[in-house]
């Protein structure tokens, strides 16, 4: 999947937009909810060799929030490994175009759930 190919998905579930929030960094984005500004995914590009992967190439790496439950559901063969530069307990990263388009969407849209504002009990 492309970094743009995911924009557009987000676009079209979620009715949300991009940003980029880092001065001067204009490749770094951040997907954010609409009404609580919580972030459900960051778009970055980083060099494979931050993987354990013997490349210089930089790709396209969302990071993404999981439940706790379903962490080791995914692998390397997936494209998805620890979370680079977060929280490794709650997030993972997913190599854009190691991945399979089906499984960018399922963890983007967990990711979307994981995150959004919890209703309060009375």
Same mark, same amino acid.
């Given at each position: 999947?492309?970094?743009?190919?995911?924009?557009?998905?987000?676009?079209?579930?979620?009715?949300?937009?991009?940003?980029?929030?880092?001065?001067?960094?204009?490749?770094?984005?951040?997907?954010?909810?609409?009404?609580?500004?919580?972030?459900?995914?960051?778009?970055?590009?980083?060099?494979?060799?931050?993987?354990? @992967?013997?490349?210089?190439? $930089?790709? !396209?790496? /969302?990071?993404?929030?999981?439940? =706790?439950?379903?962490?080791?559901?995914?692998? *390397?063969?997936?494209?998805?490994?620890?979370?680079?530069?977060?929280?490794?307990?709650?997030?993972?990263?997913? @190599?854009?175009?190691?991945? $399979?388009? !089906?499984? /960018?969407?399922?963890?983007?849209? =967990?990711?979307?759930?994981?995150?959004?504002? *919890?209703?309060?009990?009375?």
């Amino acid at each position: 999947m492309t970094k743009e190919k995911l924009i557009d998905y987000c676009r079209e579930a979620f009715g949300t937009e991009p940003d980029c929030p880092f001065e001067e960094d204009f490749e770094t984005t951040v997907l954010r909810h609409r009404d609580s500004r919580k972030w459900y995914g960051i778009i970055m590009k980083i060099p494979r060799k931050r993987f354990g @992967i013997e490349s210089e190439e $930089a790709v !396209d790496v /969302v990071n993404v929030k999981l439940p =706790v439950e379903m962490f080791g559901s995914f692998g *390397k063969s997936d494209g998805v490994y620890p979370a680079y530069h977060m929280n490794k307990r709650h997030w993972i990263s997913v @190599i854009l175009p190691d991945a $399979a388009d !089906d499984l /960018v969407e399922f963890l983007i849209n =967990v990711s979307f759930e994981a995150t959004k504002t *919890k209703n309060k009990k009375k």
